[in-house]
């Protein structure tokens, strides 16, 4: 790529970043989601969900960071109504999936696909796509460690999906605790909520093109960021030379964010915190601000007591914002499309997608990921 078409684009992420901030809709814990809910209709769904799960955890463990992961994504912006898993909308907006939050990173589509695969052979049109995510979620929390937990269902689909929902509205590498807490309130969670499902980054991992500016290049007065374990650091930069504007973010490695227990959904990732051993400015942040490190402290010494609130956490984003009328939304027949109406035929328009360029979508995560608010 010559010098002045990466000129171009990083004055449109420029823009992009500096832009209004789009209007947060609050979310609602809504209420009236059952546990059993398929008991009658569909009673091997729970269990066809977790058998997939499980099966695929066993040939490889990061899946259950990533359904983990699914399940947040999804939730969190416009509530759990598996919208991330639309490859395209009726309107033909450019859908979630597609944003530099998600694209390539999300880890762990195919175990939803083949979950409600099977589950459609089994009960054709009853088990939604939304219950399937939020049980594998669950179930993944489980394989990596966490005690099993309930998980009402009743949620049903919704019919769009739009990557502009995202900027603006979601939690970034690069926040710290005052944007972080304003995020996690505009969606109904509360700062507890924010440092305890922080800790589902006690598994799986990082590019490294999302910390990167914290091990080169931090500051005019500083290379490295000196909240972070010297050791630490210099570890980091014998595993990651510094970037180079054509490096292609999708071969970017990935290193754990715990160190010491990394498949292993505990309280250690806590320990690391408090150590400066935190991957990600969003985690470092949570031992550095005085109104979040208390909660650091105590869910360091008591593992039990962390994997009891993520648990409750869970359930709590499980709730955000779901469809449960049946005059609204619908049972997705596959999850990655909206059901066609009888006898209607739609045919999206496709608007203009970003270039997928490598470069750019790393552009992106630089400049939304790492401005710090």
């Known amino acids: 790529m010559s010098r002045l078409s990466m000129a171009m684009l990083l004055l449109v992420s420029l823009v992009l970043a500096t832009g209004p901030r789009l209007a947060v809709v609050e979310a609602v814990v809504v209420e009236g989601l ?22 695929d955890y066993g040939m490889d463990h ?9 399940f947040f994504h999804d939730c969190f912006i416009t509530g759990c109504d598996s919208s991330i898993l639309l490859d395209e909308s009726p309107s033909g907006e450019v859908p979630e999936k597609e944003s530099s939050a998600n694209g390539f990173t999300l880890h762990g589509l195919q175990t939803i696909d083949v979950a409600k695969a099977s589950i459609e052979a089994m009960c054709p049109r009853t088990v939604s796509c939304s219950d399937i995510l939020s049980f594998a979620a669950r179930d993944a929390a489980v ?33 710290t605790v005052p944007r972080l807490t304003e995020l996690f309130a505009s969606r109904g969670l509360s700062q507890e909520d924010l440092v305890t499902l922080s800790g589902a980054h006690s598994i799986g991992g990082a590019h490294c093109f999302m910390f990167s500016n914290r091990i080169y290049g931090f500051s005019k007065t500083a290379d490295i960021d000196p909240s972070l374990d010297p050791a630490f650091a210099q570890r980091l930069r014998k595993m990651f030379p510094r970037p180079k504007p054509d490096d292609n973010p999708q071969q970017a490695p990935k290193v754990n964010f715990d160190e010491r227990t ?43 007591l962390f994997q009891q609130r993520f648990g409750e956490a869970m359930q709590k984003v499980s709730k955000l914002d779901v469809i449960i009328k049946k005059n609204k939304g619908q049972i997705r027949r ?17 608007f203009l997608k970003p270039p997928k360029h490598p470069m750019l979508q790393m552009i992106n995560w630089f400049i939304r990921g790492f401005q710090q608010n």
């Open 34 to 55: 059952t546990v059993g809910f398929y008991n009658k209709t569909c009673p091997e769904a729970e269990q066809v969900v977790r058998d997939v799960v499980m099966n």
């Open 262 to 304: 990394g498949e292993k959904l505990d309280n250690a990732y806590y320990q690391e915190l408090l150590a400066r051993r935190g991957l990600l400015t969003s985690d470092n942040t949570l031992a550095l601000d005085p109104q979040t490190r208390p909660l650091v402290e105590q869910y360091a010494k008591d593992d039990a």
């Open 334 to 350: 596959d999850c990655r499309m909206v059901n066609k109406a009888k006898g209607v035929r739609w045919m999206p328009i496709h």
């Open 62 to 70: 990061t899946i259950a960071p990533g359904l983990i992961r699914i």
């Open 143 to 175: 394989a990596a460690g966490l005690p099993s937990y309930e998980v009402p269902a009743g949620r049903r689909d919704g019919t769009h999906s739009r990557m502009a929902d995202l900027p603006g509205n979601f939690p970034v590498p690069g926040h």
